[in-house]
């Protein structure tokens, strides 16, 4: 049977070109990232943050499912003028060890798979990095969505019908005008007390939490759960 990943339309999946800048800065700092350091964005889509982290002096890789993504990545590093490593790769299967500074997971791109499997991706996110390297992993906040859940909801052109089934957002998607549904997406959301065993089962210890990327202190009603984690 096939996975919702590879049946959602691929139109739903990404943001604007141009956004990412702020994203950018804000794991910027949350990482510590100099210049010269080896960063792994997992999954990166087309690159809209990790051209910035190159900017500012970062070895980039990215990885991502679709190979489409991954050639507008490359297409927009070339056209940028900045160096970048590409891959086509599945976030349980990353084929990395032990190289990297710091990796990052941004925009609610964790938690697509069965608890074992959400487990295995942050195993090899967590193996990918050098002993003392940091992990930065961006979810949405159960404690905020679930407070405030909005079983339909309008994204402006997209919208979105959803149950709280298993732990999991099940939401089912519409673009625009189109009557047929485009799909349907189901991400387990974690608490912080989860979020933190999570990372302890994949051998990171929880160094920070923030509730957005303007760098808040992360609270229950924030928007977002960004934990930094510490390889060791
Ligand atoms: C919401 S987008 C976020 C992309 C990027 N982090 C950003 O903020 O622009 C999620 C990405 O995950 C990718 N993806 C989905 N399942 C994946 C998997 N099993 N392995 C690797 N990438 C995956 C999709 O192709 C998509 O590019």
Not at 21 to 40: K, Y
Not at 90 to 97: I, K, S, V
Request: net charge neutral; glycine share 12%; proline share 4%.
């Amino acid at each position: 049977m096939s996975e919702w990943i590879e049946t959602i339309d691929e139109r739903l999946w990404l943001h604007p070109d141009e956004t990412g800048a702020d994203a950018a800065a804000f794991i910027l700092q949350a990482l510590g990232l100099q210049p010269g350091m080896r960063v792994l964005d997992a999954p990166c889509g087309a690159g809209r943050i990790a051209v910035h982290v190159a900017k500012a002096g970062c070895q980039m890789t990215g990885i991502d499912r679709n190979p489409r993504f991954i050639a507008r990545a490359q297409r927009r590093f070339a056209e940028e003028g900045v160096e970048g490593d590409f891959q086509v790769a599945d976030l349980r299967r990353l084929p990395f060890d032990g190289g990297f500074d710091a990796a990052y997971n941004w925009g609610g791109s964790f938690g697509y798979f069965s608890d074992a499997e959400n487990l295995l991706a942050l195993q090899r996110l967590a193996a990918a990095l050098r002993p003392g390297g940091r992990l930065l992993l961006d979810l949405l906040n159960r404690e905020a969505v679930l407070r405030d859940f909005r079983p339909v909801l309008d994204l402006g052109g997209k919208r979105t019908h959803t149950i709280w089934e298993d732990q999991r957002l099940v939401s089912t998607w519409y673009i625009g005008d189109e009557p047929e549904s485009a799909g349907t997406s189901v991400i387990r959301l974690y608490t912080p007390a989860q979020t933190r065993r999570l990372l302890a089962h994949a051998g990171l210890t929880w160094e920070a939490a923030y509730g957005g990327k303007d760098g808040s202190p992360y609270g229950r009603g924030s928007g977002r759960l960004i934990v930094v984690g510490r390889n060791g």
